[in-house]
């Protein structure tokens, strides 16, 4: 994958990361502290939190085709760091009530619940492109293939 569709496809992830960081952190932070106010500063944070999410995406960066193997030992490897990076954020956060294990686990499987949606809704993209791809050469062989038939009468 060149670098250039690699960097375009990181803009595309983290308008993913920040909605869905949104809700998570829409449903967290009612099901925690549903009487706390946030002032305006508080909307960034999403943004803050999917930027930083963007960093350790980069370990799946290869100037060539990974093989499966691979791709899963670099997903691992991602989603390892982006629970580091999450927890840091958490425990230097003094808003996050890291002292309470349910918090510091909700936090956890938030972070792997969007991990799985993010590559859900990244196969079903590339799924949609690998099909309308396929679809697009199997039309120009029937037009190569008419051709030839007409080229030979």
Request: hydrophobic share 55%; with cysteine.
């Amino acid at each position: 994958m060149e670098f250039k569709r690699f960097l375009v496809d990181k803009l595309s992830l983290f308008f993913m990361l920040s909605t869905l960081i949104t809700i998570a952190v829409s449903l967290i932070g009612s099901s925690f502290d549903g009487t706390a106010s946030l002032g305006y500063g508080s909307l960034l944070v999403p943004v803050k939190y999917a930027g930083l999410c963007l960093l350790p995406t980069f370990v799946t960066w290869s100037g060539h085709e990974l093989s499966l193997q691979e791709l899963i030992v670099r997903k691992t490897l991602m989603l390892v760091l982006l629970e580091a990076v999450i927890m840091w954020i958490a425990w230097t956060s003094p808003v996050i009530d890291t002292g309470n294990l349910q918090v510091v686990l909700t936090l956890g499987a938030s972070v792997l619940v969007i991990f799985l949606l993010v590559n859900l809704f990244l196969w079903l993209r590339d799924s949609a492109e690998a099909k309308k791809m396929n679809e697009d050469l199997a039309m120009l062989q029937r037009f190569q293939d008419a051709g030839k038939t007409e080229a030979q009468n």
